[in-house]
């Protein structure tokens, strides 16, 4: 069974920085594709930041050049380094893991606040 933990939201001002951590467990990780998605109040959930298998990365337009996806196979874990917050970031950080058969797995979300 796959399961995804997710850590590091928390509340933080604007232009400030926060790392999230996303632990993977049941499923080869080297293989999955690895993505975060968020989800503001009253909105729908958006694709921001995908990592493949060999690493190539895409990022929505409203984070790039801001937010960094990266994976550590070994851990099995996957990262996005937040930088230059902004309010509208605020919103519920989901990991989500895409298997080669584009099965989809979901951690429990974490919260991350941004304050003006």
């Known amino acids: 069974q796959v399961q995804l933990v997710e850590s590091g939201g928390g509340l933080v001002q604007a232009g400030g920085s926060l790392n999230l951590s996303c632990a993977a467990s049941g499923y080869i990780f080297s293989i999955a594709t690895m993505n975060w998605y968020r989800q503001a109040l009253g909105k729908q959930r958006e694709l921001v930041a995908q990592i493949t298998n060999i690493g190539t990365t895409n990022y929505a337009d409203s984070v790039k050049g801001r937010f960094t996806i990266s994976r550590d196979n070994v851990k099995k874990t996957v990262y996005l380094q937040m930088n230059s917050l902004k309010p509208e970031d605020t919103a519920v950080y989901y990991c989500?893991?895409?298997?080669?058969?584009?099965?989809?797995?979901w951690g429990q979300g974490t919260q991350v606040t941004v304050s003006s």
């Open positions: 989500n893991l895409l298997t080669y058969t584009s099965t989809s797995h």
